[in-house]
Antibody
Framework: QVQLLQSGVEVKKPGASAKVSCKASGYSFTNYGIAWVRQAPGQGLEYMGWISAFNGEILYAQNFQGRVTLTTDTSTSTAYMEMRSLRSDDTAVYYC????????????WGRGTLLTVSS | DVVMTQSPLSLPVTLGQPASISCRSSQALVYGDGHTYLSWFHQRPGQSPRRLIYRVSIRDSGVPDRFSGSGSGTDFTLKISRVEAEDVGLYYCMQGTHWPSTFGQGTKLDI
C-alpha cells in the first residue's frame, strides 16, 4: 500500500534551518511527484510547492520562493523540504502529498511533521 | 493567486440529514487538457487531510457514495446525502488548475 512516512518533530530557534523528509513506499517513486503543504496551529492549509520525481520539475509558491528548497533522492524514494531563516510564524505541521502532476495531487498524504520555531 | 471561497464556514448538521458545502473560485478552473482540477478534502482533528473527490466529481477509492461533487466553471458543491458521525471535521476545496494550488478557508461540519 502507498505510504508517505515523514520525519519526526522538530524544534528550532529563529534564524535556524530545518529539513523535513518524506519517504515513499508502495509505489514507483519516479512516476510521481510530491507536493508540500503546511498548516499553522488552528489555521487552514497553505500550499508550498511541488517537485516531480518523474521529470525534475520544481515549483515554489511565491511565499516560499528563496527560503525553501525541495529535493528528492530517488535512490531512497525520499523527498525533502528544507526551510531556512526560520521565524516563529513558520511554526506549523508540514505535510507531503503524492501527485501525478502539478495540477493533480493529493491522493495520499503523510501524517505531517510538527515544526516549532521558538527562542 | 486564485481565491477559493467556501460557504458556509460552519455547518451544524443532524445525523442522517443531508449537507452541502459550496466553493467558488475567482477564476474558471478548466485546465488546458480540458479537465477541471477541483478537489475536496476532509480533515479530522489531529489527522492529515484525506482527499474525497477529484476533478470535480470523481470519488477517491474507498470514499462512501454518500459523498458527491458537482459544479463547473467557478461554482462547485460537495454534498453528503446522509451525514454520519464520522463525517465531522473540516472540509476544504482546492484548485490545482492555476499555479499555485490554493485552498478554500475550510468548512467545519459538526453534529
Amino acid at each position: 500500500q502507498v505510504q508517505l512516512l515523514q520525519s519526526g518533530v522538530e524544534v528550532k530557534k529563529p534564524g535556524a534551518s530545518a529539513k523535513v523528509s518524506c519517504k515513499a513506499s508502495g509505489y514507483s517513486f519516479t512516476n510521481y511527484g510530491i507536493a508540500w503543504v503546511r498548516q499553522a496551529p488552528g489555521q487552514g492549509l497553505e500550499y508550498m510547492g511541488w517537485i516531480s520525481a518523474f521529470n525534475g520539475e520544481i515549483l515554489y509558491a511565491q511565499n516560499f520562493q528563496g527560503r525553501v528548497t525541495l529535493t528528492t533522492d530517488t535512490s531512497t524514494s525520499t523527498a525533502y523540504m528544507e526551510m531556512r531563516s526560520l521565524r516563529s510564524d513558520d511554526t506549523a505541521v508540514y505535510y507531503c502529498a503524492r501527485g501525478s502532476a502539478v495540477a493533480a495531487w493529493g491522493d495520499y498524504w503523510g501524517r505531517g511533521t510538527l515544526l516549532t520555531v521558538s527562542s | 493567486d486564485v481565491v477559493m471561497t467556501q460557504s458556509p464556514l460552519s455547518l451544524p448538521v443532524t445525523l442522517g440529514q443531508p449537507a452541502s458545502i459550496s466553493c467558488r473560485s475567482s477564476q474558471a478552473l478548466v485546465y488546458g487538457d480540458g479537465h477541471t482540477y477541483l478537489s475536496w478534502f476532509h480533515q479530522r482533528p489531529g489527522q492529515s487531510p484525506r482527499r474525497l473527490i477529484y476533478r470535480v466529481s470523481i470519488r477517491d477509492s474507498g470514499v462512501p457514495d454518500r459523498f458527491s461533487g458537482s459544479g463547473s466553471g467557478t461554482d462547485f458543491t460537495l454534498k453528503i446525502s446522509r451525514v454520519e458521525a464520522e463525517d465531522v471535521g473540516l472540509y476544504y476545496c482546492m484548485q490545482g488548475t492555476h499555479w499555485p494550488s490554493t485552498f478554500g478557508q475550510g468548512t467545519k461540519l459538526d453534529i
